[in-house]
């Protein structure tokens, strides 16, 4: 896959992995419709980026948990740059809770922006690419889609939701030379996982993050997980028994 003079959605493009891809995108002659809730932080990132860069950008203010954003965003971008070759849906929430404050409310903040996000901006995709037998969807999911971990039910959940819609959605879309790639990072440094009061083993920098998910996608792989013993470490929590698992995830 090669970047050059492709026209490149990413969502959650305000800061972490989002911000990552759009600095490493840049570097190359390129079309970035960069979308976040908080437009003013695409728009200082853009400002900066446009100094030595040879992309155009286009930002646009956008909650992907809301349908009727998502389609209003989509038709900008059309106008503004005629199609879109890649989507990268990167954005997302997290926060963890515990059952003695639980709130369905949290609930529907997480699925809306880590599932409906994805599904919202699929919907408004798809009939292009179908048309054109051509295109790139990139989800954003992680490496918490495995079990349902002590206080973060909701993401986990939300994260395994996304894992397995996007693995449908590659099967079906293979025949029509559509691609769907599933990402998964393990620990990234965010302002979500800022919030964390656990130990994130492996924290990594988002750009880093950034680069082994670009390098992934031009290789055209199917799943992109990361770092490596992280994925081996949640795999190998994949298959405790139940009652090893609940003994060691009781935090």
Known sequence: ??????????????????????????KIKCRLILVARRVELIEELTK????????????????????EEVANAYRQSVD?????????LNAGIGKNMKVEKYNSELAEKIFGANVFGMIYW???????????????IVGVSSLADSRGYSGSGFYCASKAAASIYLEGLRVELSRHNVKVITVKPGFVRTPMTDQNKF??????????????????????????????????ITKVMALLPEWIFEKFDDR
């Not at 970047?3 to 992995?17: P, R, Y």
């Not at 130990?199 to 792989?221: C, F, R, T």
């Open 1 to 26: 896959m090669n970047f050059e003079n492709k026209t490149i959605l990413i969502t959650g493009a305000s800061t972490g992995i989002g911000k990552g891809l759009a600095v490493e995108l840049a």
């Open 48 to 67: 900066k980026l446009s100094v030595n860069s040879k992309s155009e950008f286009l930002n646009l203010k956008c909650d992907v948990s809301k349908k």
């Open 80 to 88: 503004k740059f005629g199609k879109i070759d890649i989507a990268i």
């Open 122 to 136: 699929i919907e408004q995709l798809l009939p292009s690419f179908l048309e054109r037998k051509e295109g790139m």
């Open 199 to 232: 130990i994130m083993p492996l924290l990594m920098e988002p750009d880093k993050a950034a680069q082994i998910i670009l390098m992934g996608m031009k290789k055209g792989k199917r799943v992109i997980q990361f770092p490596l013993l992280m994925v081996f």
